[in-house]
Nanobody
Framework: QVQLVESGGGLVQAGGSLRLSCAAS????????MGWYRQAPGKQRELLASVFDSGSTDYSDSVKGRFTISRDNAKNTVYLQMNSLKPEDTAGYYC??????????WGQGTQVTVSS
């Protein structure tokens, strides 16, 4: 099993910043990709950003230019730096890991609330 532990969520005013972290541990063979999703009440889970084993990254249009994903390979940790936060960014944020051998894993989520 793989455990993903997220941290860094909280309450912030519009225009502010937060940095989320997700540390992976356990039975990891080789990480294909790690990413961040979010889900607001009544909405589908949305992929925000991914970082691949090649080091390349990808972003959804909704966060491009405001959020930055990065990864510390030595620590199996992925980060999401979120700047210029908006009230519509309020959601539960979830870490995702895709392993070449063992499949896909999810973190428990961390809440981000942006006040206007």
């Amino acid at each position: 099993q793989v455990q993903l532990v997220e941290s860094g969520g909280g309450l912030v005013q519009a225009g502010g910043s937060l940095r989320l972290s997700c540390a992976a541990s356990g039975r990891i063979f080789s990480i294909k990709a790690m990413g961040w999703y979010r889900q607001a009440p009544g909405k589908q889970r949305e992929l925000l950003a991914s970082v691949f084993d090649s080091g390349s990254t990808d972003y959804s249009d909704s966060v491009k230019g405001r959020f930055t994903i990065s990864r510390d390979n030595a620590k199996n940790t992925v980060y999401l730096q979120m700047n210029s936060l908006k009230p519509e960014d309020t959601a539960g944020y979830y870490c995702n890991l895709q392993d070449y051998r063992y499949g896909e894993y999810w973190g428990q989520g961390t809440q981000v609330t942006v006040s206007s």
